[in-house]
C-alpha cells in the first residue's frame, strides 16, 4: 500500500520524492503509516492525503465540517464504537450504512462493524481529525442520550447502585461490582479516553437534582460534554471508586485517590477527588500527563531577559525563590522545568510535596502525610539531615514552614517554593504576614516569578487580526505600538475544536531582589512601594508580558484581559 500511495502521491503532485523518501524513512522510524509520516513532516494536508487514498483505492471523499448527520443515523452506531475505531455512520440507505473512515485498508475494523451492526456498511473517506471533531459534535449534541442508549442494557438488567450502593458495599467484591455494570466500565473507559483525546486537564462528575454533569476541563476552560442519566451516578462513582481503591461503601466524607491507566500510547495518572455534596457525591479526576513535565525551561514562554535572570537565579548556591500564582497557573510546571534543569549526578535533590503529582527520576520525593504527623516543616527538618543541595518545599502556607524554608536557605541550600498571591511583590508582604520577620525574609529570598496561564492561538487557522480602537485603547497600546504588532486570532477547526485556541502558555512577572527591593522588603515596605521599585529596576508586570505575547501573535488580547489586568498609574 505504502508503494502505492507513495508513487500515486508524487503522480497527482501532492509531495516530491525527495519528501516521500524522507516520510518513507519518518514511518519506518516510528512504525507509523506513510500518510501519518507525511502530514507531520508538514510536506501534505491530511485532507489531500486522504482525497489522494480515496481516489487510489475507489471511495467517495467526504468533507464532514459542519455537516449535519441525522440523529437516527447517529444512534445506529455506539458512540464507545465509533470513538474506539475512529468512525462515524453518515447515512442510510436501503439498509446500508455508510460508515466514514478515514484509512481505506482497515478490514479488521470494516468487518467489525458489520458484524455489530449486522448490517452491509459501505465505506466512504475522510481524515481522521474530521471524523473525531465530528464525533464530539454529533454525539454530544444528543444530550446525553448517545451515553443512554449505548447503557440500555445497564438499565434493563443491572443493579441500580443509586439505592443499593452503600449497602451492597459490604459485599467487599470488586468483581461482583464489575460484573454487575460491565456497560458503566465502558463509558468510565470511554470518559476518560475522550478527556485525554481532547487534552483535558480534569474531568468533573458533578451532580445535580435531575442530571448528572460531566465536564472537561480544556487549556483551563470547562466544556460540558454528556450527560448520563441521574441514575447511573451510582454506578459511575461505583466504578472509578474501584479503580481509585477508595471505599465505595463512604459517602460522607471526603475521599482521594489514585488511579494508573494507558491511553492513547501514554502512561497517565489520575488523581481522583469525591466530595459530598446536597445533591450526592461530585467527583473530580485530574489528568497528569508525564509529558507535561519533560519541559525544558526555554519552553516556559519566558521573555528573553526574564529567561536570563530565571537561569542565573536557579544556578545560585543558596537562597529561596518564590513561585506564585492561583491553583491551575503552572507553577508545578514551572517548579519541576527548573529541578530537571539542576538535576544532575553531582546534586542531591529532595522534594516535599502535598501530594506528589509527578514522579522524578533521579530526585527524591517525599509526600506530606497529615493523618500521621508528617507535615512540611518535619520534613523539611528530616531532609537537611540528608545533606541535600536543592530543596523543593510544595508550598510555604504557614510560619513553621516558612521559617524552616528560610533557615535551609541560610544554611547554604537552594530552596524552591510556591506562595498563593495575586503578583510576585505581594509575596514578600505574604511572607511578612504569615510571621516571618521582615529581615529574614530580605536576607534569604533571590526571587519571585508570578505567572499565569493563557490560550494560545492555534496555529492551523490562525490569521492577522486587527483589534478595534477602543481594544486598543483599553490595552494601553499606542498606534504607533499597533503599527509594529502581529495581532492574531483563530478562526476555528478541527485542530482546536472550533475553539480558535489550542495549547497554552505562560505570561510571567519576574521580580529580581535588588538592593532597592531588599532595602524596602527589610524595612517592612508596603506591596505598593516594593512594586514601583521593582517595576523602576525594570520589572515587566503579568499584564505588559501578556500584551507583549499578543501582540507577537501568540495569544489575543481576550485572553490577557481573562487572566491579568493592567495596573492603575
Known amino acids: 500500500m505504502a508503494d502505492r500511495l507513495g508513487d500515486f502521491l508524487i503522480k497527482k503532485g501532492v509531495v516530491g520524492p525527495e519528501q516521500l523518501a524522507e516520510a518513507e524513512k519518518l514511518a519506518t522510524s516510528k512504525k507509523i503509516k506513510l500518510q501519518e509520516a507525511i502530514t507531520q513532516l508538514g510536506y501534505a494536508s491530511s485532507e489531500a492525503v486522504t482525497k489522494a487514498l480515496a481516489k487510489l483505492y475507489g471511495f467517495e471523499y467526504f468533507d464532514l465540517n459542519n455537516v449535519p448527520i441525522p440523529p437516527a443515523v447517529v444512534e445506529l452506531v455506539p458512540e464507545s464504537v465509533a470513538r474506539e475505531n475512529a468512525v462515524i455512520p453518515f447515512s442510510e440507505e436501503g439498509g446500508n450504512l455508510r460508515v466514514v473512515a478515514s484509512d481505506p485498508q482497515d478490514f479488521e475494523t470494516f468487518e467489525k462493524l458489520q458484524f455489530i451492526l449486522n448490517r452491509k456498511v459501505d465505506i466512504a473517506l475522510?481524515?481522521?481529525?474530521?471524523?473525531?471533531?465530528?464525533?464530539?459534535?454529533?454525539?454530544?449534541?444528543?444530550?446525553?442520550?448517545?451515553?443512554?442508549?449505548?447503557?440500555?442494557?445497564?438499565?434493563?438488567?443491572?443493579?441500580?447502585?443509586t439505592e443499593t450502593e452503600g449497602d451492597d458495599a459490604g459485599m467487599g467484591d470488586d468483581e461482583q461490582v464489575d460484573e454487575a455494570s460491565a456497560p458503566v466500565v465502558r463509558l468510565v473507559q470511554m470518559m476518560i479516553a475522550e478527556a485525554v483525546q481532547l487534552r483535558a486537564s480534569d474531568i468533573h462528575v458533578e451532580p445535580f437534582e435531575d442530571r448528572v454533569r460531566i465536564r472537561y476541563r480544556i487549556d483551563g476552560v470547562l466544556i460540558e460534554r454528556d450527560s448520563p442519566p441521574r441514575r447511573l451516578l451510582g454506578a459511575i462513582l461505583s466504578r472509578i471508586k474501584i479503580l481509585a481503591r477508595m471505599d465505595i461503601a463512604e459517602r460522607r466524607r471526603t475521599q482521594d485517590g489514585r488511579i494508573k491507566i494507558t491511553a492513547g500510547g501514554k502512561e497517565l495518572d489520575l488523581r481522583v477527588s469525591m466530595l459530598p455534596t446536597n445533591h450526592g457525591q461530585s467527583c473530580v479526576m485530574r489528568l497528569l500527563d508525564k509529558d507535561n513535565i519533560k519541559i525544558g525551561v526555554r519552553q516556559l514562554g519566558l521573555s528573553e531577559r526574564d529567561f536570563k535572570s530565571f537561569r542565573n537565579l536557579i544556578r545560585r548556591p543558596n537562597g529561596i525563590f518564590l513561585v506564585t500564582g492561583p491553583t491551575g497557573s503552572g507553577k508545578t510546571t514551572t517548579l519541576y522545568a527548573s529541578l530537571n534543569e539542576l538535576n544532575r549526578p553531582d546534586r542531591k535533590i529532595i522534594t516535599a510535596e502535598d501530594p506528589v503529582e509527578y514522579y522524578l527520576p533521579g530526585i527524591n520525593q517525599v509526600e506530606v502525610k497529615h493523618s500521621i504527623g508528617l507535615d512540611f516543616a518535619k520534613i523539611i527538618k528530616a531532609m537537611l539531615r540528608q545533606a541535600p543541595n536543592v530543596i523543593l518545599v510544595g508550598e510555604m502556607r504557614d510560619h513553621e514552614t516558612a521559617s524552616?524554608?528560610?533557615?535551609?536557605?541560610?544554611?547554604?541550600?537552594?530552596?524552591?517554593?510556591?506562595?498563593?498571591?495575586?503578583?510576585?511583590?505581594?509575596?514578600?508582604?505574604?511572607?511578612?504576614?504569615?510571621?516571618?520577620?521582615?529581615?529574614?525574609?530580605?536576607?534569604?529570598?533571590?526571587?519571585?516569578?508570578?505567572?499565569?496561564?493563557?490560550?494560545?492561538?492555534?496555529?492551523?487557522?490562525?490569521?492577522?487580526?486587527?483589534?478595534?480602537?477602543?481594544?486598543?485603547?483599553?490595552?494601553?497600546?499606542?498606534?504607533?505600538?499597533?503599527?509594529?504588532?502581529?495581532?492574531?486570532?483563530?478562526?476555528?477547526?478541527?485542530?482546536?475544536?472550533?475553539?480558535?485556541?489550542?495549547?497554552?502558555i505562560g505570561?510571567?512577572?519576574?521580580?529580581?531582589?535588588?538592593?532597592?527591593?531588599?532595602?524596602?522588603?527589610?524595612?517592612?515596605?508596603?506591596?505598593?512601594?516594593?512594586?514601583?521599585?521593582?517595576?523602576?529596576?525594570?520589572?515587566?508586570?503579568?499584564?505588559?508580558?501578556?500584551?507583549?505575547?499578543?501582540?507577537?501573535?501568540?495569544?489575543?488580547?481576550?485572553?490577557?484581559f481573562r487572566v491579568s489586568k493592567k495596573l492603575e498609574d
Open 404 to 504: 524552616m524554608g528560610i533557615q535551609a536557605s541560610l544554611t547554604g541550600h537552594l530552596v524552591f517554593s510556591t506562595l498563593h498571591t495575586n503578583d510576585a511583590p505581594s509575596a514578600i508582604t505574604r511572607m511578612v504576614d504569615i510571621g516571618v520577620p521582615a529581615y529574614l525574609v530580605a536576607g534569604s529570598v533571590i526571587g519571585v516569578m508570578a505567572q499565569r496561564l493563557v490560550r494560545v492561538v492555534c496555529g492551523k487557522c490562525k490569521q492577522p487580526h486587527q483589534p478595534s480602537e477602543a481594544q486598543l485603547e483599553a490595552a494601553g497600546i499606542t498606534p504607533e505600538m499597533a503599527a509594529t504588532a502581529t495581532f492574531m486570532k483563530g478562526v476555528g477547526c478541527s485542530h482546536c475544536g472550533k475553539k480558535g485556541y489550542r495549547g497554552r
Open 126 to 161: 475522510s481524515t481522521r481529525e474530521s471524523i473525531l471533531e465530528a464525533i464530539n459534535r454529533n454525539y454530544g449534541q444528543t444530550e446525553g442520550e448517545s451515553a443512554d442508549s449505548m447503557l440500555q442494557e445497564f438499565t434493563d438488567t443491572a443493579i441500580d447502585f
Open 507 to 560: 505570561i510571567y512577572e519576574m521580580m529580581m531582589m535588588t538592593s532597592k527591593v531588599r532595602e524596602l522588603s527589610f524595612q517592612g515596605a508596603s506591596t505598593v512601594e516594593i512594586r514601583k521599585a521593582a517595576i523602576a529596576n525594570g520589572m515587566t508586570t503579568l499584564y505588559d508580558d501578556g500584551i507583549q505575547k499578543a501582540m507577537a501573535g501568540i495569544t489575543t488580547l481576550e485572553e490577557v
